[in-house]
C-alpha cells in the first residue's frame, strides 16, 4: 500500500514537471518571431490535455487511499 503510494507520488511528480515544461515551450513558441508548425503545436497541447487528465486522476486516486 505503502509502495503503491510511492509510486503514484512519483509519476504525479513526473507528470507535473513535464505538463510544467510543455506549458513553458507552448507559451514560448506563440511568442516567438518564427513560424509555428500548427500541427507539431496541436499536438504539443493534445499532450499536455493528456497531462492534465493524469495529473488529475493521480490526485484523486491519493485523495481517496489517503481516506481509505
Known amino acids: 500500500m505503502q509502495e503503491e503510494q510511492e509510486e503514484l507520488k512519483t509519476r504525479l511528480s513526473e507528470y ?8 513553458e515551450l507552448i507559451e514560448k513558441s506563440a511568442h516567438s518571431e518564427t513560424p509555428v508548425n500548427l500541427l507539431h503545436m496541436q499536438q ?20 481517496d487511499d489517503i481516506i481509505a
Open 44 to 63: 504539443l497541447k493534445k499532450k499536455k490535455l493528456w497531462l492534465k487528465d493524469m495529473i488529475q486522476k493521480l490526485e484523486s486516486a491519493l485523495i
Open 16 to 23: 507535473q514537471i513535464e505538463h510544467k515544461a510543455l506549458d
